[in-house]
């Protein structure tokens, strides 16, 4: 009778151990799940960054191609456009008449709406309750949810410094923020 007793306190002890990591491992997959799409929101915004760029360094090397079609087409390794594009690419940006000219992908993207991330998204929305209140990344990702881990919260703040870079946000002191006056 003793045995079954503490038999059944083991066991019942070990559900709520295991229930407490239950709780604890939800917990902590949320929280990655954030940092996830963070990153992911980021890696996204990275490659469009590099779409572009791509797209600009490869204006002066088709140009170069169509001066010399024979031999630049057949000698070229599949490397070396890339390669050319970044050594012209320093006295390019020099030039004060090529920088004046936008890119023509630069000029599409101007007329098209801009689609951020999740994460960005979020925050502006978050910034056009708040109306004028200066705030902390802290708050803003306590505001979001996502104060669960420093990693979380600093997807938050490296997006606000984003949002600032962008003038969709404005710094109203160290570590604070406030709505871009409209």
């Known amino acids: 009778m003793v045995s079954a007793t503490r038999a059944a306190h083991e066991i019942e002890v070990t559900a709520e151990s295991l229930q407490e990591d239950l709780a604890r491992l939800e917990i902590q997959k949320r929280a990655l799940e954030r940092e996830l799409a963070a990153v992911a929101a980021h890696l996204d915004s990275v490659q469009r960054a590099l779409s572009a760029l791509t ?55 101007a007329d098209e709406p801009r689609s951020y991330g999740a994460l ?5 929305e978050y910034f056009a309750g708040v109306g004028d209140a200066e705030v902390r990344a802290r708050d803003v990702a306590a505001a979001l949810g996502r104060d669960t881990d420093s990693g979380s919260i600093n997807a938050v703040r490296s997006t606000l410094d984003r949002l600032v870079g962008t003038s969709r946000v404005r710094r109203a002191g160290r570590g604070l923020y406030r709505a871009q006056a409209s």
């Open 120 to 124: 960005t998204e979020q925050i502006l």
């Open 55 to 109: 797209v600009l360094m490869a204006e002066p090397s088709g140009g170069r191609a169509a001066e010399q079609p024979e031999q630049a087409k057949a000698d070229t390794p599949v490397v070396a456009p890339a390669r050319t594009a970044r050594k012209q690419s320093a006295p390019r940006q020099a030039e004060p008449a090529r920088k004046e000219k936008p890119a023509p992908s630069a000029r599409v993207e």
